[in-house]
């Protein structure tokens, strides 16, 4: 059975830094792209940051670009998201998400496995 499970959310103040985690078990996703994606209450999920496989090229909402950082582990079964000065509108449930073929990085319907998500609480 695949499971992706996150963990390091939490509430933080404007201004600060969270982890968040996600762990891939099931399968080896040694050759799956791997993103986070984050879904605010009303709104629809949206595309945060995505990696390849190797974990060399990575991509990023404009939103957040210049203060999230998407890495992976060196097993390649875990991959990270660094947040940095972080905002209220930051606020969401942070979703990660694999697959092993994407042609849109940013389409949310690319991805065929998805954790359960963990909730981030930006105050003012």
């Known amino acids: 059975q695949v499971q992706l499970v996150e963990s390091g959310g939490g509430l933080v103040q404007a201004g600060g830094s969270l982890t968040l985690s996600c762990a891939a078990s099931?399968?080896?996703?040694?050759?799956?792209?791997m993103a986070w994606f984050r879904q605010a209450p009303g709104k629809e999920r949206e595309f945060v940051a995505h990696?390849?496989?190797?974990?060399?090229?990575?991509d990023y909402a404009d939103s957040v670009k210049g203060r999230f950082t998407i890495s992976r582990g060196n097993a390649k079964n875990t991959v990270y998201l660094q947040m940095n000065s972080l905002k209220p509108e930051d606020t969401a449930v942070y979703y990660c998400?694999?697959?092993?073929?994407?042609?849109?990085?940013?389409?949310?319907?690319?991805?065929?496995?998805w954790g359960q998500g963990t909730q981030v609480t930006v105050s003012s």
């Open positions: 998400a694999a697959d092993p073929h994407i042609i849109n990085i940013k389409a949310a319907y690319e991805y065929d496995y």
């Open positions: 099931g399968r080896t996703f040694l050759s799956y792209a």
């Open positions: 990696i390849n496989w190797s974990g060399v090229n990575t």
